[in-house]
């Protein structure tokens, strides 16, 4: 009875690896995040973004916050066009930013969980080396982030971006 498992799962595992062959990263990625010695992508160094969050994701930070959710909205939300992000600090800092980390990392919104595996970022290897030059996490002896781990943030992120995702 294992032995049918087993060769089930094998030819899964062929089947899967068929449909990943021939992505440009079909051997995983090499990133770590360095935080705390880099904090680059959530404070204002590389000047003012945006941290874009859906409608979920803020009843999701207002309940975490324990604030009613037009007052978390009237104080950590902006407008852009259609669009909601998080307001920054004066310095550009993410306002949720603090010395320790992300006050909010258990309800952090999905392009922070998501980073460095954007759909720009994943455009292919030259977009990915570019992004090195921003993320000091990306780097030839950053551990390897297995290739059904990049396409599953990948995925996260064309999801709430309304792009079409990869097959898992
Ligand atoms: S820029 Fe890269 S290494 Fe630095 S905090 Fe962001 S993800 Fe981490
Ligand atoms: S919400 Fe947290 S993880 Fe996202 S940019 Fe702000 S501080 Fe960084």
Redesign the pocket.
Known sequence: MLRGVENANTRAAEVLRAKRAGRWYERGLR?????P??????SGKRGPGYVWLSVDEMHAIAQFLGKPFEQFTRNYVRQVGSRYSLIEKPNADCIFMEKGGCSIYEVRPTQCRT??FWHEVMAGEEAWRKEST?????HDRAPIVPEYEVTRLLNKDRAARGIATESA
């Open positions: 990133f770590r995040c360095l935080w010695e880099c904090n680059a992508c959530c980073y460095p921003e993320c000091p996490g990306i």
